[in-house]
Protein backbone atom coordinates (compact mmCIF):
# COMPACT_ATOMS: atom_id res chain seq x y z
CA UNK A 1 0.00 0.00 0.00
CA UNK A 2 1.70 3.23 -1.08
CA UNK A 3 0.89 6.64 0.38
CA UNK A 4 -1.75 7.66 -2.59
CA UNK A 5 -3.83 4.17 -2.10
CA UNK A 6 -4.41 5.40 1.46
CA UNK A 7 -7.84 7.28 2.05
CA UNK A 8 -8.13 9.75 3.48
CA UNK A 9 -10.14 12.59 4.81
CA UNK A 10 -8.22 15.96 3.93
CA UNK A 11 -10.45 17.83 6.04
CA UNK A 12 -8.28 16.81 8.72
CA UNK A 13 -5.32 19.18 7.37
CA UNK A 14 -6.70 22.58 8.04
CA UNK A 15 -7.97 21.77 11.63
CA UNK A 16 -4.52 20.36 12.61
CA UNK A 17 -2.97 22.94 10.48
CA UNK A 18 -5.00 25.93 12.60
CA UNK A 19 -4.20 23.74 16.29
CA UNK A 20 -0.59 23.93 14.90
CA UNK A 21 -0.45 27.97 14.77
CA UNK A 22 -2.69 28.16 17.99
CA UNK A 23 0.07 26.59 20.04
CA UNK A 24 2.96 28.14 18.08
CA UNK A 25 1.32 31.80 18.50
CA UNK A 26 0.93 30.62 22.76
CA UNK A 27 4.53 29.92 22.67
CA UNK A 28 5.19 32.70 21.16
CA UNK A 29 3.19 34.98 23.87
CA UNK A 30 3.91 33.10 26.60
CA UNK A 31 7.70 32.04 26.48
CA UNK A 32 9.05 35.24 24.54
CA UNK A 33 11.17 32.69 22.47
CA UNK A 34 14.10 33.79 20.73
CA UNK A 35 14.49 32.96 16.91
CA UNK A 36 16.40 29.74 17.03
CA UNK A 37 14.18 28.80 19.82
CA UNK A 38 10.79 29.47 18.04
CA UNK A 39 12.49 27.43 15.23
CA UNK A 40 12.82 24.71 16.78
CA UNK A 41 9.41 24.82 18.95
CA UNK A 42 8.39 25.36 15.08
CA UNK A 43 9.79 22.25 13.88
CA UNK A 44 8.29 20.07 16.68
CA UNK A 45 4.94 21.15 16.03
CA UNK A 46 5.13 20.59 12.40
CA UNK A 47 6.58 16.90 12.81
CA UNK A 48 3.51 16.54 15.64
CA UNK A 49 0.78 17.74 13.77
CA UNK A 50 2.11 15.81 10.32
CA UNK A 51 2.20 12.40 12.53
CA UNK A 52 -1.41 13.31 13.70
CA UNK A 53 -2.37 13.79 10.14
CA UNK A 54 -1.49 10.53 9.04
CA UNK A 55 -3.14 8.63 11.48
CA UNK A 56 -6.32 10.36 12.16
CA UNK A 57 -7.11 11.15 7.98
CA UNK A 58 -6.90 7.35 7.53
CA UNK A 59 -10.42 6.36 6.12
CA UNK A 60 -10.07 3.08 5.30
CA UNK A 61 -12.16 -0.03 7.15
CA UNK A 62 -8.78 -1.41 9.16
CA UNK A 63 -6.81 0.43 12.49
CA UNK A 64 -6.18 4.42 11.87
CA UNK A 65 -2.80 3.03 12.21
CA UNK A 66 -2.12 2.07 8.90
CA UNK A 67 -2.51 5.64 8.01
CA UNK A 68 1.17 5.88 9.13
CA UNK A 69 2.53 3.32 6.58
CA UNK A 70 4.05 6.45 4.75
CA UNK A 71 6.55 6.47 8.04
CA UNK A 72 6.61 2.84 9.03
CA UNK A 73 8.01 1.94 6.00
CA UNK A 74 10.72 4.27 5.70
CA UNK A 75 12.04 4.03 9.32
CA UNK A 76 15.49 3.00 9.80
CA UNK A 77 15.69 -0.27 10.48
CA UNK A 78 18.03 -3.64 10.23
CA UNK A 79 17.60 -5.89 7.32
CA UNK A 80 16.42 -9.65 7.69
CA UNK A 81 19.03 -12.20 6.88
CA UNK A 82 17.62 -13.96 3.32
CA UNK A 83 19.16 -17.33 4.25
CA UNK A 84 20.16 -19.05 7.46
CA UNK A 85 23.00 -18.01 9.56
CA UNK A 86 25.63 -19.48 10.64
CA UNK A 87 26.51 -20.26 13.96
CA UNK A 88 29.45 -18.18 14.15
CA UNK A 89 28.24 -15.44 12.20
CA UNK A 90 25.45 -14.99 14.78
CA UNK A 91 28.56 -15.26 18.12
CA UNK A 92 30.49 -13.00 16.46
CA UNK A 93 27.50 -10.16 15.79
CA UNK A 94 26.58 -10.87 19.72
CA UNK A 95 29.88 -10.20 20.90
CA UNK A 96 30.50 -7.44 18.83
CA UNK A 97 27.22 -6.00 19.88
CA UNK A 98 28.22 -6.51 23.42
CA UNK A 99 31.86 -5.02 23.16
CA UNK A 100 30.34 -1.92 21.50
CA UNK A 101 27.71 -1.48 24.17
CA UNK A 102 29.98 -1.26 26.72
CA UNK A 103 32.04 1.20 24.82
CA UNK A 104 29.10 2.99 24.36
CA UNK A 105 28.74 3.04 28.09
CA UNK A 106 31.74 4.48 28.80
CA UNK A 107 31.95 7.88 26.19
CA UNK A 108 30.39 10.93 28.44
CA UNK A 109 28.16 13.10 26.84
CA UNK A 110 30.10 16.07 25.19
CA UNK A 111 29.33 19.68 27.19
CA UNK A 112 27.49 18.09 29.97
CA UNK A 113 28.94 19.22 33.52
CA UNK A 114 29.65 15.73 34.54
CA UNK A 115 29.89 17.31 38.86
CA UNK A 116 26.23 18.02 39.02
CA UNK A 117 24.35 15.34 37.00
CA UNK A 118 21.41 14.08 38.59
CA UNK A 119 20.57 10.21 37.21
CA UNK A 120 16.33 10.14 37.47
CA UNK A 121 17.05 6.59 36.70
CA UNK A 122 19.19 5.95 39.69
CA UNK A 123 16.74 3.07 41.28
CA UNK A 124 16.25 1.52 38.20
CA UNK A 125 20.05 1.81 36.23
CA UNK A 126 20.27 -2.10 36.15
CA UNK A 127 17.23 -3.13 34.03
CA UNK A 128 17.50 -0.05 32.10
CA UNK A 129 20.68 -1.12 30.98
CA UNK A 130 22.44 2.50 30.79
CA UNK A 131 25.03 4.79 32.46
CA UNK A 132 24.85 7.79 34.11
CA UNK A 133 26.01 10.66 31.84
CA UNK A 134 27.11 8.93 28.74
CA UNK A 135 25.14 8.30 25.82
CA UNK A 136 23.75 5.00 27.35
CA UNK A 137 21.75 7.67 29.63
CA UNK A 138 18.35 6.73 29.03
CA UNK A 139 19.62 3.00 28.46
CA UNK A 140 16.60 0.62 26.75
CA UNK A 141 14.32 2.96 28.61
CA UNK A 142 12.73 4.70 25.65
CA UNK A 143 12.36 0.97 23.98
CA UNK A 144 10.64 -0.60 26.58
CA UNK A 145 8.29 2.35 27.53
CA UNK A 146 7.66 2.20 23.64
CA UNK A 147 6.46 -1.57 24.05
CA UNK A 148 4.59 -0.88 27.49
CA UNK A 149 2.35 1.41 25.94
CA UNK A 150 1.44 -0.62 22.69
CA UNK A 151 0.95 -4.05 25.28
CA UNK A 152 -1.81 -2.43 26.85
CA UNK A 153 -3.62 -0.52 24.02
CA UNK A 154 -3.68 -3.51 22.10
CA UNK A 155 -4.63 -5.53 24.78
CA UNK A 156 -7.59 -3.28 26.00
CA UNK A 157 -8.80 -3.40 22.41
CA UNK A 158 -7.74 0.64 22.02
CA UNK A 159 -6.00 -0.53 19.07
CA UNK A 160 -7.81 -2.56 16.95
CA UNK A 161 -4.70 -5.44 15.58
CA UNK A 162 -5.44 -8.41 15.26
CA UNK A 163 -1.83 -9.91 16.12
CA UNK A 164 -2.13 -13.23 14.21
CA UNK A 165 -2.63 -11.72 11.35
CA UNK A 166 0.91 -11.13 9.21
CA UNK A 167 -0.47 -7.70 8.11
CA UNK A 168 -1.30 -6.38 11.13
CA UNK A 169 1.32 -7.22 13.05
CA UNK A 170 3.71 -5.91 11.02
CA UNK A 171 1.72 -2.67 11.34
CA UNK A 172 2.16 -2.96 15.32
CA UNK A 173 6.03 -3.35 15.07
CA UNK A 174 6.00 -0.46 12.54
CA UNK A 175 3.49 1.61 15.06
CA UNK A 176 6.08 0.35 17.93
CA UNK A 177 9.47 1.44 16.12
CA UNK A 178 7.58 5.10 15.83
CA UNK A 179 6.68 5.41 19.84
CA UNK A 180 9.92 4.21 20.68
CA UNK A 181 11.33 7.19 18.84
CA UNK A 182 8.78 9.55 20.49
CA UNK A 183 9.27 8.40 23.54
CA UNK A 184 13.50 8.75 22.76
CA UNK A 185 12.62 12.81 22.67
CA UNK A 186 9.95 12.73 25.49
CA UNK A 187 13.04 11.23 27.65
CA UNK A 188 15.47 12.69 26.55
CA UNK A 189 14.22 16.64 26.66
CA UNK A 190 13.59 16.31 30.15
CA UNK A 191 17.16 15.57 31.00
CA UNK A 192 18.43 19.09 30.20
CA UNK A 193 15.93 20.85 32.66
CA UNK A 194 18.27 20.65 35.88
CA UNK A 195 19.21 17.08 35.85
CA UNK A 196 21.97 17.16 32.95
CA UNK A 197 23.71 20.50 33.30
CA UNK A 198 25.82 21.72 30.29
CA UNK A 199 28.92 23.10 32.07
CA UNK A 200 29.35 26.89 31.92
CA UNK A 201 32.51 26.60 29.35
CA UNK A 202 30.46 25.17 26.21
CA UNK A 203 27.32 28.17 27.00
CA UNK A 204 29.48 30.79 27.26
CA UNK A 205 31.25 29.20 23.73
CA UNK A 206 28.08 28.78 21.99
CA UNK A 207 27.21 32.10 23.08
CA UNK A 208 29.96 33.96 21.43
CA UNK A 209 28.85 32.61 18.55
CA UNK A 210 24.97 33.42 18.87
CA UNK A 211 24.56 35.88 21.77
CA UNK A 212 21.50 35.27 23.78
CA UNK A 213 21.42 31.23 22.47
CA UNK A 214 24.65 29.83 24.67
CA UNK A 215 22.07 27.82 26.61
CA UNK A 216 19.74 26.52 24.25
CA UNK A 217 22.45 25.29 22.10
CA UNK A 218 24.19 23.19 24.85
CA UNK A 219 20.78 21.80 25.63
CA UNK A 220 19.88 20.87 21.71
CA UNK A 221 23.36 19.26 21.49
CA UNK A 222 23.00 17.44 24.54
CA UNK A 223 19.52 16.32 23.53
CA UNK A 224 20.77 15.40 20.26
CA UNK A 225 23.60 13.07 21.60
CA UNK A 226 20.68 11.28 24.09
CA UNK A 227 18.05 10.59 20.89
CA UNK A 228 21.81 9.57 18.76
CA UNK A 229 22.41 6.97 21.56
CA UNK A 230 19.37 5.71 22.41
CA UNK A 231 18.54 5.15 18.54
CA UNK A 232 21.72 3.51 18.47
CA UNK A 233 19.93 0.97 20.79
CA UNK A 234 17.49 0.23 19.36
CA UNK A 235 19.36 -0.39 15.78
CA UNK A 236 21.91 -2.47 17.96
CA UNK A 237 18.96 -4.44 19.34
CA UNK A 238 17.45 -5.50 15.94
CA UNK A 239 21.17 -6.15 14.62
CA UNK A 240 20.98 -9.17 17.82
CA UNK A 241 17.24 -10.42 17.05
CA UNK A 242 17.87 -10.73 13.28
CA UNK A 243 21.41 -11.87 13.24
CA UNK A 244 22.70 -12.63 16.18
CA UNK A 245 21.12 -15.06 19.44
CA UNK A 246 18.42 -14.15 21.19
CA UNK A 247 17.68 -10.32 22.33
CA UNK A 248 19.59 -7.20 22.23
CA UNK A 249 18.30 -5.64 25.29
CA UNK A 250 18.42 -8.71 27.15
CA UNK A 251 21.94 -8.99 26.42
CA UNK A 252 22.49 -5.36 27.61
CA UNK A 253 20.88 -6.15 30.85
CA UNK A 254 22.49 -9.41 31.72
CA UNK A 255 26.14 -7.61 30.79
CA UNK A 256 25.07 -4.26 32.91
CA UNK A 257 23.90 -6.43 35.73
CA UNK A 258 26.86 -8.76 35.89
CA UNK A 259 29.04 -5.58 35.76
CA UNK A 260 27.35 -4.33 38.89
CA UNK A 261 27.78 -8.00 41.09
CA UNK A 262 31.28 -8.46 40.05
CA UNK A 263 31.91 -4.82 41.39
CA UNK A 264 29.57 -5.13 44.14
CA UNK A 265 31.69 -8.72 45.12
CA UNK A 266 35.25 -8.01 44.48
CA UNK A 267 35.87 -3.69 44.52
CA UNK A 268 38.27 -2.76 46.92
CA UNK A 269 37.95 1.23 46.50
CA UNK A 270 36.61 2.45 49.58
CA UNK A 271 32.71 3.83 49.86
CA UNK A 272 33.86 7.57 49.49
CA UNK A 273 35.64 6.69 46.30
CA UNK A 274 39.31 6.93 44.90
CA UNK A 275 41.94 8.94 46.80
CA UNK A 276 40.39 8.63 50.17
CA UNK A 277 41.62 6.46 53.16
CA UNK A 278 40.34 3.35 54.21
CA UNK A 279 38.90 2.95 57.91
CA UNK A 280 35.93 1.28 59.69
CA UNK A 281 33.87 4.46 58.90
CA UNK A 282 35.15 4.17 55.25
CA UNK A 283 35.36 0.49 54.21
CA UNK A 284 36.05 -1.36 50.65
CA UNK A 285 32.83 -0.96 49.36
CA UNK A 286 32.72 -4.51 47.82
CA UNK A 287 31.80 -7.56 50.12
CA UNK A 288 34.46 -9.96 50.30
CA UNK A 289 37.33 -6.93 50.80
CA UNK A 290 35.11 -5.47 53.17
CA UNK A 291 34.39 -8.32 55.35
CA UNK A 292 38.50 -9.43 55.28
CA UNK A 293 39.26 -5.20 55.86
CA UNK A 294 36.78 -5.60 58.91
CA UNK A 295 38.24 -9.12 59.93
CA UNK A 296 41.61 -8.27 59.89
CA UNK A 297 41.24 -4.77 61.64
CA UNK A 298 38.69 -4.44 64.47
CA UNK A 299 39.19 -6.20 67.96
CA UNK A 300 36.60 -9.17 68.90
CA UNK A 301 34.99 -6.63 71.05
CA UNK A 302 35.13 -3.78 68.07
CA UNK A 303 33.20 -6.48 65.99
CA UNK A 304 30.21 -7.07 69.00
CA UNK A 305 29.98 -3.77 69.37
CA UNK A 306 28.73 -2.93 65.74
CA UNK A 307 31.09 -4.70 63.55
CA UNK A 308 29.00 -7.44 62.63
CA UNK A 309 25.98 -5.34 62.21
CA UNK A 310 28.11 -3.77 59.16
CA UNK A 311 29.38 -6.95 58.01
CA UNK A 312 26.44 -8.53 57.67
CA UNK A 313 23.17 -6.35 57.16
CA UNK A 314 24.44 -2.70 56.83
CA UNK A 315 25.17 -1.13 53.24
CA UNK A 316 26.50 -1.50 50.81
CA UNK A 317 26.86 -4.87 49.73
CA UNK A 318 26.81 -6.92 53.00
CA UNK A 319 27.04 -10.27 53.50
CA UNK A 320 23.42 -10.82 53.61
CA UNK A 321 23.22 -9.26 49.98
CA UNK A 322 25.56 -11.94 49.17
CA UNK A 323 23.75 -14.74 50.32
CA UNK A 324 20.69 -13.39 49.41
CA UNK A 325 21.74 -12.85 45.24
CA UNK A 326 23.38 -16.46 45.81
CA UNK A 327 19.90 -17.68 46.21
CA UNK A 328 18.41 -16.26 43.80
CA UNK A 329 20.93 -18.03 41.33
CA UNK A 330 20.11 -21.07 42.49
CA UNK A 331 15.96 -20.30 42.65
CA UNK A 332 15.68 -19.25 39.28
CA UNK A 333 17.93 -21.49 38.28
CA UNK A 334 15.74 -23.89 39.32
CA UNK A 335 11.97 -22.59 37.92
CA UNK A 336 13.52 -21.82 35.14
CA UNK A 337 14.36 -25.37 34.81
CA UNK A 338 10.85 -26.53 36.20
CA UNK A 339 8.65 -27.38 33.41
CA UNK A 340 4.90 -29.28 31.64
CA UNK A 341 6.02 -31.39 29.08
CA UNK A 342 3.34 -32.31 26.73
CA UNK A 343 4.01 -35.71 24.58
CA UNK A 344 3.67 -35.40 20.99
CA UNK A 345 3.83 -38.11 18.07
CA UNK A 346 4.39 -37.27 14.65
CA UNK A 347 1.52 -37.56 12.64
CA UNK A 348 2.84 -38.84 9.49
CA UNK A 349 5.51 -40.75 10.38
CA UNK A 350 5.36 -43.89 13.18
CA UNK A 351 7.23 -43.88 15.70
CA UNK A 352 8.81 -40.18 15.78
CA UNK A 353 8.21 -38.55 19.28
CA UNK A 354 8.62 -35.30 21.00
CA UNK A 355 7.47 -33.11 23.99
CA UNK A 356 6.13 -29.60 24.09
CA UNK A 357 7.56 -28.08 26.85
CA UNK A 358 5.68 -25.24 29.31
CA UNK A 359 8.22 -23.56 31.17
CA UNK A 360 6.97 -22.37 34.76
CA UNK A 361 8.78 -19.30 33.17
CA UNK A 362 6.13 -19.24 30.36
CA UNK A 363 6.53 -15.69 30.04
CA UNK A 364 9.95 -15.46 30.51
CA UNK A 365 11.33 -12.43 32.35
CA UNK A 366 9.80 -9.92 29.74
CA UNK A 367 6.74 -8.81 32.19
CA UNK A 368 9.01 -8.45 35.33
CA UNK A 369 11.09 -5.58 32.82
CA UNK A 370 7.81 -4.13 31.96
CA UNK A 371 6.71 -3.52 35.16
CA UNK A 372 9.79 -2.36 36.17
CA UNK A 373 10.32 0.32 33.31
CA UNK A 374 6.79 1.26 34.24
CA UNK A 375 7.78 1.96 37.91
CA UNK A 376 10.96 3.68 36.59
CA UNK A 377 8.61 5.81 34.61
CA UNK A 378 6.26 6.54 37.64
CA UNK A 379 9.45 7.55 39.20
CA UNK A 380 11.01 10.02 36.52
CA UNK A 381 7.19 11.90 36.05
CA UNK A 382 6.82 12.10 40.04
CA UNK A 383 10.46 13.96 40.30
CA UNK A 384 9.91 16.19 37.05
CA UNK A 385 6.30 17.33 38.72
CA UNK A 386 8.31 18.50 42.19
CA UNK A 387 11.25 20.16 40.40
CA UNK A 388 11.20 21.25 36.91
CA UNK A 389 10.22 24.70 37.17
CA UNK A 390 7.70 24.26 34.27
CA UNK A 391 5.63 21.43 35.20
CA UNK A 392 5.57 22.31 39.20
CA UNK A 393 2.43 24.54 37.91
CA UNK A 394 0.64 22.24 36.60
CA UNK A 395 -3.01 22.00 37.79
CA UNK A 396 -3.79 19.63 40.55
CA UNK A 397 -0.59 17.43 40.45
CA UNK A 398 2.26 19.72 40.03
CA UNK A 399 4.91 20.32 43.31
CA UNK A 400 2.20 18.00 44.77
CA UNK A 401 3.36 15.83 48.08
CA UNK A 402 0.49 13.09 47.67
CA UNK A 403 1.89 12.13 44.39
CA UNK A 404 6.18 12.27 45.30
CA UNK A 405 7.98 14.65 46.92
CA UNK A 406 11.90 14.65 46.96
CA UNK A 407 14.31 16.58 48.78
CA UNK A 408 15.25 20.21 48.05
CA UNK A 409 18.87 19.69 47.39
CA UNK A 410 22.15 17.52 47.30
CA UNK A 411 22.63 19.23 50.74
CA UNK A 412 19.02 18.52 52.10
CA UNK A 413 19.32 15.04 50.94
CA UNK A 414 22.62 13.98 52.37
CA UNK A 415 21.46 15.30 55.98
CA UNK A 416 18.56 12.89 55.28
CA UNK A 417 21.52 10.42 54.01
CA UNK A 418 19.46 9.44 50.87
CA UNK A 419 19.90 10.39 47.10
CA UNK A 420 18.17 13.35 45.33
CA UNK A 421 15.98 10.83 43.54
CA UNK A 422 14.73 9.12 46.58
CA UNK A 423 11.04 10.22 46.92
CA UNK A 424 10.06 11.24 50.57
CA UNK A 425 6.01 11.19 50.61
CA UNK A 426 3.00 10.28 48.35
CA UNK A 427 2.29 7.67 45.89
CA UNK A 428 6.09 7.66 44.67
CA UNK A 429 7.45 6.60 48.13
CA UNK A 430 5.01 3.80 48.18
CA UNK A 431 5.81 2.31 44.95
CA UNK A 432 9.60 3.08 44.82
CA UNK A 433 12.15 -0.06 45.08
CA UNK A 434 12.99 -1.46 48.69
CA UNK A 435 16.91 -1.84 48.85
CA UNK A 436 17.77 -4.40 51.29
CA UNK A 437 16.83 -5.28 55.50
CA UNK A 438 18.24 -2.26 56.73
CA UNK A 439 15.37 -0.28 54.55
CA UNK A 440 12.73 -1.71 56.14
CA UNK A 441 12.96 -4.69 58.30
CA UNK A 442 15.77 -3.42 61.35
CA UNK A 443 13.22 -0.63 61.66
CA UNK A 444 10.24 -2.29 62.12
CA UNK A 445 12.61 -4.12 64.78
CA UNK A 446 14.18 -1.42 66.28
CA UNK A 447 12.81 1.70 65.30
CA UNK A 448 14.13 3.79 67.94
CA UNK A 449 17.91 3.01 66.34
CA UNK A 450 17.20 2.27 62.73
CA UNK A 451 14.51 4.80 62.24
CA UNK A 452 15.95 7.25 60.58
CA UNK A 453 16.08 4.58 57.59
CA UNK A 454 12.85 5.05 56.94
CA UNK A 455 13.17 9.50 56.39
CA UNK A 456 10.53 10.16 58.50
CA UNK A 457 7.73 7.58 58.52
CA UNK A 458 6.68 5.46 61.25
CA UNK A 459 7.30 1.53 61.27
CA UNK A 460 3.69 0.76 60.14
CA UNK A 461 4.06 2.74 57.15
CA UNK A 462 7.71 1.02 56.06
CA UNK A 463 5.42 -2.02 56.17
CA UNK A 464 2.77 -0.67 54.08
CA UNK A 465 5.55 0.23 51.74
CA UNK A 466 7.29 -3.12 51.59
CA UNK A 467 3.07 -4.70 51.13
CA UNK A 468 2.54 -1.93 47.91
CA UNK A 469 5.31 -2.61 46.31
CA UNK A 470 5.56 -5.85 46.38
CA UNK A 471 2.00 -6.46 45.52
CA UNK A 472 2.46 -4.20 42.35
CA UNK A 473 5.55 -5.83 41.37
CA UNK A 474 3.47 -9.12 41.38
CA UNK A 475 0.25 -7.74 39.83
CA UNK A 476 1.63 -5.89 36.98
CA UNK A 477 4.30 -8.59 36.09
CA UNK A 478 1.08 -11.10 35.79
CA UNK A 479 -0.89 -8.31 33.91
CA UNK A 480 2.15 -7.89 30.98
CA UNK A 481 2.59 -11.83 31.34
CA UNK A 482 -1.08 -11.94 29.62
CA UNK A 483 -0.56 -8.84 27.48
CA UNK A 484 2.88 -10.35 26.26
CA UNK A 485 1.68 -13.98 25.66
CA UNK A 486 -0.88 -12.75 23.19
CA UNK A 487 1.96 -10.04 21.46
CA UNK A 488 4.24 -12.89 20.96
CA UNK A 489 1.88 -15.75 19.93
CA UNK A 490 2.56 -17.88 22.62
CA UNK A 491 -1.43 -18.03 23.29
CA UNK A 492 -2.93 -21.70 23.19
CA UNK A 493 -4.33 -20.74 19.60
CA UNK A 494 -0.92 -19.75 17.87
CA UNK A 495 1.05 -22.78 19.32
CA UNK A 496 -1.93 -25.10 18.03
CA UNK A 497 -1.21 -24.15 14.69
CA UNK A 498 2.42 -24.49 15.37
CA UNK A 499 2.53 -27.83 16.45
CA UNK A 500 0.45 -28.18 13.44
CA UNK A 501 2.40 -26.92 10.90
CA UNK A 502 5.35 -29.12 12.46
CA UNK A 503 2.87 -32.51 11.65
CA UNK A 504 2.98 -33.08 14.89
CA UNK A 505 -0.28 -34.05 16.99
CA UNK A 506 -1.37 -34.99 20.66
CA UNK A 507 -1.28 -38.49 20.62
CA UNK A 508 -5.44 -39.76 21.48
CA UNK A 509 -6.05 -36.70 19.94
CA UNK A 510 -7.25 -35.72 16.31
CA UNK A 511 -4.82 -33.36 14.49
CA UNK A 512 -6.56 -30.48 14.39
CA UNK A 513 -5.90 -27.01 15.64
CA UNK A 514 -9.22 -26.39 17.85
CA UNK A 515 -8.57 -29.83 19.53
CA UNK A 516 -5.12 -28.68 20.07
CA UNK A 517 -6.40 -25.59 21.54
CA UNK A 518 -8.56 -27.06 23.79
CA UNK A 519 -5.72 -29.24 24.96
CA UNK A 520 -3.64 -26.23 25.49
CA UNK A 521 -6.27 -23.88 26.97
CA UNK A 522 -6.18 -26.42 30.38
CA UNK A 523 -2.78 -25.07 31.02
CA UNK A 524 -1.34 -22.33 29.28
CA UNK A 525 -3.31 -19.24 30.94
CA UNK A 526 -2.99 -20.98 34.33
CA UNK A 527 0.96 -21.02 33.57
CA UNK A 528 0.87 -17.56 32.36
CA UNK A 529 -0.68 -16.20 35.78
CA UNK A 530 1.74 -18.47 37.68
CA UNK A 531 4.80 -17.59 35.29
CA UNK A 532 3.91 -13.61 36.01
CA UNK A 533 3.63 -13.90 39.65
CA UNK A 534 6.83 -15.87 40.36
CA UNK A 535 8.70 -13.35 38.27
CA UNK A 536 7.07 -10.66 40.18
CA UNK A 537 7.67 -12.51 43.41
CA UNK A 538 10.99 -13.00 43.17
CA UNK A 539 12.23 -9.70 41.68
CA UNK A 540 10.46 -7.98 44.80
CA UNK A 541 11.24 -10.74 47.31
CA UNK A 542 15.49 -10.23 46.24
CA UNK A 543 15.11 -6.59 46.60
CA UNK A 544 13.36 -6.96 49.86
CA UNK A 545 17.01 -9.12 51.26
CA UNK A 546 19.39 -6.79 49.06
CA UNK A 547 21.67 -7.67 46.33
CA UNK A 548 25.01 -6.86 45.36
CA UNK A 549 26.38 -4.00 43.25
CA UNK A 550 23.00 -2.11 44.28
CA UNK A 551 21.67 -4.22 40.96
CA UNK A 552 18.23 -4.59 41.87
CA UNK A 553 16.52 -8.38 42.56
CA UNK A 554 14.69 -7.21 39.42
CA UNK A 555 18.46 -6.91 38.37
CA UNK A 556 19.45 -10.50 39.44
CA UNK A 557 16.48 -11.93 38.26
CA UNK A 558 17.10 -11.09 34.84
CA UNK A 559 20.41 -11.93 34.72
CA UNK A 560 20.21 -15.21 35.60
CA UNK A 561 16.96 -16.23 33.23
CA UNK A 562 18.92 -14.22 30.43
CA UNK A 563 21.84 -16.39 30.94
CA UNK A 564 20.21 -19.84 30.82
CA UNK A 565 17.91 -18.60 28.04
CA UNK A 566 20.91 -17.72 26.28
CA UNK A 567 22.65 -20.85 26.61
CA UNK A 568 19.87 -22.70 25.51
CA UNK A 569 19.58 -20.56 22.54
CA UNK A 570 23.05 -21.29 21.64
CA UNK A 571 22.19 -24.89 22.53
CA UNK A 572 19.00 -24.91 19.25
CA UNK A 573 21.40 -22.77 17.28
CA UNK A 574 24.23 -25.65 17.32
CA UNK A 575 21.68 -28.31 16.78
CA UNK A 576 20.51 -26.59 14.02
CA UNK A 577 23.43 -26.35 12.40
CA UNK A 578 23.92 -29.96 13.06
CA UNK A 579 20.54 -30.97 11.95
CA UNK A 580 19.20 -28.80 9.22
CA UNK A 581 16.01 -30.63 9.54
CA UNK A 582 15.32 -29.71 12.60
CA UNK A 583 15.38 -25.89 11.94
CA UNK A 584 10.92 -25.81 11.15
CA UNK A 585 10.44 -27.60 14.61
CA UNK A 586 12.89 -25.21 16.40
CA UNK A 587 11.73 -21.88 14.60
CA UNK A 588 14.21 -22.09 12.41
CA UNK A 589 14.80 -21.52 8.64
CA UNK A 590 13.18 -23.69 6.41
Known amino acids: MVDEEIPRDHRWALALAVLGIVLLALVWYWGHPTLIAFVLAAVIVFVVMGVLYLGLSYEGSRSRLYGLKPITTRMPAVSQPKGHVHFRTKMFWTIGILLLYFLLTNIYLFGVDQATVIDLFASYRAILAGAQGTLMHLGIGPIVTGSIIMQLFVGAKIINLDLTDDEDKGMYQGTQKVLVVAMIFIEAVPQVFGYLTPSASIVSSLGSVSPGNGLLLANTIIVAQLVFGSYLVFLMDEVVSKWGIGSGISLFIAAGVSQQIVQGTLNWVPESGVGTAVSAANPPSGTIPKTIYFFTHLSASQMAGGGWELVLLRQPNPIIALVGTAAIFFLVAWTESTRIELPLSHAESRGARGRYPLRLIYASNIPVILMSALLANVSVFTILLWTNPTL ?138 ISGAAVGALAAGADLIGTLGNASGTGVLLMVGIIINLYEAMGREQLMEMNPLLRRFLGGET
Open 392 to 529: IHFPLIGHQWWIGSYPASSAAASALGVSQTQPLTGGAYYFSTVNGLESWLLPILNYQEYGSALVNHTWWQGLVHVAVYFGAMVGGSILFAKFWIQTTNMGPEAVARQIEASGMQIPGFRREPRVLRRVLERYIPVITV
